[in-house]
């Protein structure tokens, strides 16, 4: 079987599984429309199998990382009924009370991917939650399609008021400062827009690819923005324009990086539309960031 590598896949590979993973297509469509790239000795199961993320291979922080302490814990849902279930992270033996991060995920609730973002955040000296907004339906399913499909059975605007729940959790806890911020990425990078109009005392925001707020909200913002685009992401940078202008009118404090010839998703390192020169130089100034504000 040919190996494929990133360079041999033309770009409309990586919007059709955009497309896919973003809910515009279904499986089976994204099957049959794949099936135009599988030439050459390649193969559209090998395809498919090059496509999904790898998680258990590409892990950078382990849940038993012995200088953690992570847990779950849960907090209050105050629209989904019950309680949410969330990853908490801070470094061992910190002497301390430390800054915290809300972690949010994408369109498919708490994967491996993004707890382990949250570990990453622990590791860089913060107290990470890390909230599974699927908790109501049973929590994050095992599979990203499994994931996605209950999703869509939750209004996000309900999963923002469990996300500024998780915001207030953090805030009170007795290993955190006071001082917590957001990072999030795809849906999470909307939540951590909206977390910034919505929430007064956030001390921070970083949205990855995130949707943006309506520009009449722009004006509620308080916190600091750190705001991460890819410039292949042509669907979410179509907000861009109208937001920046908005936050300059407002004269709100931001810094917005457009990462060159990148896709959406290009933090994420389970999947082929992973940079690591951008997200490395991404994650080095979402740490940064928020070292300086929290």
Not at 197 to 202: D, G, P, Q, S, T
Request: hydrophobic share 35%; with cysteine; glycine share 8%.
């Amino acid at each position: 079987m040919k190996k494929i590598k990133k360079e041999d896949l033309k770009q409309e590979v990586f919007d059709l599984y955009d497309s896919y993973a973003h809910n515009r297509i279904d499986r089976r469509t994204f099957v049959e429309r794949l099936s135009v790239y599988a030439v050459g000795g390649l193969t559209v199961p090998a395809l498919m199998d090059y496509l999904m993320p790898k998680y258990q291979e590409r892990q950078q922080v382990w849940q038993d990382d012995p200088s953690l302490k992570t847990e779950t814990i849960e907090y209050d849902s105050p629209k989904g009924g019950g309680t949410i279930k969330g990853q908490l992270s801070r470094p061992v033996g910190a002497k301390k009370k430390l800054p915290g991060i809300i972690v949010v995920h994408e369109n498919r609730g708490l994967n491996p991917h993004i707890a382990d973002v949250g570990r990453r955040a622990a590791k860089a000296g913060f107290i990470s939650l890390s909230p599974d907004a699927l908790t109501p339906l049973g929590g994050y399913p095992g599979t990203d399609d499994e994931g996605r499909t209950l999703q869509r059975q939750r209004d996000r605007n309900e999963m923002l008021e469990d996300f500024i729940a998780a915001f207030e959790y953090l805030r009170k806890h007795k290993e955190c400062n006071g001082k917590v911020g957001v990072v999030g990425f795809c849906f999470g990078g909307w939540i951590s827009n909206m977390m910034a109009v919505r929430v007064k005392k956030l001390k921070a925001a970083v949205p990855f690819y995130g949707g943006q707020p309506a520009t009449e909200d722009v004006p509620k913002i308080k916190a600091p923005l750190l705001l991460q685009y890819a410039e292949l992401d042509k669907r979410v940078n179509e907000g861009w324009p109208d937001y920046e202008a908005a936050l300059k009118a407002n004269k709100k404090e931001y810094t917005a990086y457009m990462y060159p010839g990148v896709n959406h998703g290009f933090h994420n390192d389970t999947t082929p539309r992973y940079d690591e020169a951008a997200a490395k130089l991404a994650w080095e100034r979402t740490i940064a960031f928020f070292k300086e504000n929290l």
